[in-house]
Every structure is written in structure tokens, then in C-alpha cells.
């Protein structure tokens, strides 16, 4: 499979490690991204790990709503500063677009955004989306961007969402609670039931779940477009299905 434009989301759990941003793996996504344009595959990348940024300058409680918002709104910079100086590594540029899910509601703004978008992928800048945390509280309060990098994917025109995860693929049942878990490589459909009986979140920085990528994943299904659950920890999974052809761990989702 070869794809001309993808979107790549990472997840907090991935992109945090004793409550900070971890370094290395930030490092190893932007060789990824490097490696992909390379090829002449254009990226649009969407990061969680504001508030974790945040959380290095001002410990405060990060379990109310509010004190997330302050961490995302402090962190937000912190984060992309950097990025900044991981991709200059490469002479690559990248920048900063916070979205709100229902910016994409109207039709004029997800035009004004599709076209800087475009814009920015010809320039070879790679546009770092969030979610604009001070007026939006959907990430913070679940999800954790899974639903907004679905929704970047369909309106600006990637084939494939890939996510990024602090799991290695859709199992056939919660792989941490049950040892007989089997992974699925494929998933063509998912049905209505499946969401609803899918567990939810986790733990005190993710708050995602399974059945936020799931419901990604059928979103994006229902739309043509196909997604790839893979793990942030270590990235030869992705890297094998993206750059090889050869799909090795993590679940494709397509029609
Ligand atoms: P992220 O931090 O990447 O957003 P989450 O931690 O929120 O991810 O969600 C992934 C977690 O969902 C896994 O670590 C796993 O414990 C749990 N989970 C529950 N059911 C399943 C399943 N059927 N397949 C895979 N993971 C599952």
C-alpha cells in the first residue's frame, strides 16, 4: 500500500514518561516523519503531551479539569518548541494548528484550514495539530485526540490514520486483564455492539481507551479512509508497514 498523505496520531502515554515529555521517543517520530517525506509522503501529525509539558514547569494536580486546561495552555509552547528542535535536525520546519472538533463543523473554516494545510504540506512545513484546549474540553475529558485525528484525517484528505498507542493492536479482548487476548491483524467492520461493550479509559494521563479508537476506526471505515493501530513504544511496527509494505504487528483497519 502506498499513500501520499497520512496523519499520524500519538498519544499521550506514549509521548509522556515519569510525567514529562519523553525526549527519546519524540525523537523517534520525528525520524519517522523525516524518513516518510523522504519518500515523498506528507504528514500531518497530531500530538497530545501539552499537558505533560506543562506539568514540568507548574506540578499542579492534574486530576480537575481546570488545572489541565492551565497545564495544556502553558504546556502547548513547551511542546512545540520541542519539536521545533527535533525536526531542525532534519532542515525540516514544522507548526502549530489548534483545532476545536467543531471548528470542523463548519464547512468555511474546514476550507480555510484545508487550504493552509495544503499550503503548508507543499512548503514541506509539517503541521502539528492539537486540540485548542482553553475552549475545548473533549480531549481532556476523553478521547485524548483520537476522535480529532479521525476527523483530520477525513477533511484533509489522508488515506490512513495511524495511531500511535500504548498498545500494539486491537486484541479480542482486553489484553491487561485477560492472558487468552488475541491480536486482530484485520478489522473490515465494526459493528455498534463492539463500541458499546469495549471498555473505557485507563489511567491518569490517557484518556482514550480502546473504544475511542475503535470508534475512529468506524468512522474513518464508513468514510473510505482506513486506519492503523500500531505502538508508540518503538516504532518498527509502523515503520515496517509505512516504509517496507510489510505489515508485522498492529491492526490495519479497512474496508
Ligand atoms: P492511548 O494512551 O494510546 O490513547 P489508551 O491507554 O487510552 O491509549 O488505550 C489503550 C488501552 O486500552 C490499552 O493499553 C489496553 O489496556 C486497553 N484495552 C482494552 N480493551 C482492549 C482491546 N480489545 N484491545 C487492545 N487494548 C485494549
Do not use: W
Not at 168 to 175: E, I
Amino acid at each position: 500500500m502506498k499513500f501520499k498523505r497520512v496523519v499520524i496520531k500519538v498519544g499521550s502515554h506514549v509521548l509522556t514518561e515519569n510525567r514529562a515529555v519523553s525526549k527519546e521517543r519524540m525523537i523517534d517520530l520525528v525520524d519517522l516523519i523525516a524518513q516518510l517525506m523522504q519518500r515523498d509522503i506528507e504528514v500531518i501529525l497530531v500530538s497530545s503531551g501539552a499537558v505533560s509539558a506543562g506539568y514540568t514547569v507548574l506540578p499542579l494536580d492534574r486530576l480537575t479539569i481546570g488545572n489541565k486546561q492551565v497545564l495544556a495552555s502553558i504546556g502547548q509552547p513547551l511542546l512545540l518548541k520541542m519539536y521545533q528542535e527535533k525536526f531542525a535536525k532534519y532542515n525540516l520546519l514544522c507548526s502549530q494548528i489548534l483545532l476545536s472538533a467543531s471548528d470542523l463543523d463548519s464547512k468555511k473554516r474546514t476550507h480555510l484550514a484545508q487550504v493552509t494545510i495544503d499550503n503548508l504540506l507543499k512548503n514541506r512545513v509539517v503541521p502539528i495539530i492539537n486540540e485548542n484546549d482553553v475552549i475545548a474540553t473533549e480531549e481532556l475529558v476523553f478521547g485524548d485526540n483520537d476522535q480529532l485525528s479521525a476527523s483530520v484525517a477525513d477533511n484533509f484528505g489522508a488515506e490512513l490514520l495511524v495511531i500511535l498507542s500504548d498498545i500494539d493492536a486491537l486484541y479480542t479482548k482486553d489484553p491487561r486483564k485477560y492472558s487468552d487476548a488475541k491480536t486482530r491483524k484485520e478489522v473490515n467492520y465494526i459493528t455498534d455492539k463492539e463500541l458499546e461493550d469495549m471498555p473505557s479509559p485507563n489511567s491518569e494521563f490517557a484518556t482514550g481507551g480502546i473504544v475511542t479508537k475503535l470508534k475512529a476506526g468506524k468512522y474513518l471505515l464508513d468514510r473510505g479512509r482506513k486506519m492503523f493501530l500500531a505502538t508508540g513504544f518503538g516504532l518498527d511496527d509502523i515503520k515496517s508497514f509505512l516504509l517496507d509494505g510489510v505489515h508485522k504487528g498492529g491492526t490495519l483497519f479497512k474496508r
